[in-house]
């Protein structure tokens, strides 16, 4: 059965990194809603051209822009086939809300928790390869071939200034996500190597993975309880009445 998975952390604190490992491992599907704006902006769709100024000022794009994206992703078929691996949503309780109305509920939260101090060297170092999308760092992951390190591309929002800025949405919002999710919390202590990360990172998915074939029916126990906290305000009103 394919697992599905949902990643958080404040900007630079290693996802897009952490995800590579992961779909090599487990084969999942990588849904980034960043990468997908991005492609939005790059295509100069009428959805990129709007995200593109919230984005290079580090503000959010707007909750129904972003859920529609991802609700429209969510319908093709290589996702249940194959598992998905969500990355960057969901950023606020309305889409932590939405997902839940789309039956969209993760077996595995995983949230890399790193200090503050520690992103601004990881996001104004960080080069990405257009091509490959495999992501570098001048200091902690050099580019050594000539041909790639040309074409390696800097984000629009990878300034100190924009970071700020990304860092107060990230603090402002995370407290909402995480309550979602505490059945399914993973939190790993993502200031350490790359390495060392993603050996706690797949190691709690092989976890889980193991754990859920073990169970002989499709729903899983935190399924219900997580379905039981959204649900349980309804049937009592439901019963008040
Ligand atoms: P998004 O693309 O999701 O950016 P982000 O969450 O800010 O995260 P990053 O991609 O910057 O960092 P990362 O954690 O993936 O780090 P990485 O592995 O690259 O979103 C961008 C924007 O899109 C948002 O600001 C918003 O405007 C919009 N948006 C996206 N989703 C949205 C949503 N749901 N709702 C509304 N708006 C949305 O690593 C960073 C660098 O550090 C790399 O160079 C890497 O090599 C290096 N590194 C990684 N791990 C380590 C390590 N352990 N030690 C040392 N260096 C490391």
Known sequence: MPINILIAGPPGAGKGTQCERIVKEFGVVHISTGDLLRQEKADKTPLGLSAAEYMSKGALVPDELVIAMVKARFEKPDVKAKGWLLDGFPRSRPQA???????????????????????????????????????YHDTFKPCTDPEILARLETRADDTKEALEKRLVGYHQHIAAIRDCYKAMTVEVDGNRTPDAVAAEVLGAIRKKQKGSSSCCCNIRPFHLAFLAFFFAPVFANLLKA
């Open 97 to 135: 809300d939405a997902m839940v109305q789309q039956g969209i509920i993760p077996d595995l939260f995983i949230l890399l928790a790193v200090p503050d101090e520690a992103l601004v060297v990881r996001i104004c170092g960080r080069r990405t390869d257009p091509v490959t999308g495999i992501i």
